[in-house]
């Protein structure tokens, strides 16, 4: 009786141990990320995605942009579940060049030319650490 009572301890210590080394390997996601995500016409008429970050908390790492190309880090943008990807024309706040990753804060706004959408097709805005969608719409 003392040998089962004495096994049964151990599992649940060993579980309880387990359970809470396993908590370090969790990826955090952004808690509450409020963005906007629109589309406007350019002075030359074509389509411009704008996604702007209007409050919560930041996302860390979320891009790099070389003149006006994007290389999505933490964050994505994908048109029925493919990332799109911009190799000129985005500006990070009327800047076509970042110094660095993007942490993209409250305030930012990120704007980059996207042709070809039709009625029916899926926006998504991505964390990708987390798989977490932020942010999705149907045109």
């Known amino acids: 009786m003392v040998g089962v009572m004495t096994l049964i301890a151990m599992a649940v210590a060993l579980a ?3 359970s809470l080394a396993m908590r370090g390997w969790e990826v955090k996601s952004p808690s509450q990320v409020l963005l906007e995500l629109r589309m406007e016409k350019d002075r030359y008429g ?12 930041p996302l860390p790492e979320a891009f790099s942009l070389s003149n006006g190309a994007i290389s999505w880090k933490n964050l994505e943008v994908r048109v029925n579940g ?7 024309g985005a500006l990070l706040n009327g800047q076509g060049s970042t110094s660095g990753t993007v942490r993209f804060l409250r305030g930012d706004e990120l704007s980059f030319p996207l042709s070809g959408l039709r009625e029916g ?13 932020l942010l999705e719409i149907r045109i």
């Open 16 to 18: 309880a141990a387990f």
């Open 46 to 57: 074509r389509d411009n995605l704008i996604l702007t970050h209007l409050g919560g908390d």
């Open 82 to 88: 493919v990332r799109v990807e911009v190799g000129s």
């Open 121 to 133: 097709d899926s926006l998504s805005v991505i964390y990708r650490p987390a798989g977490q969608v």
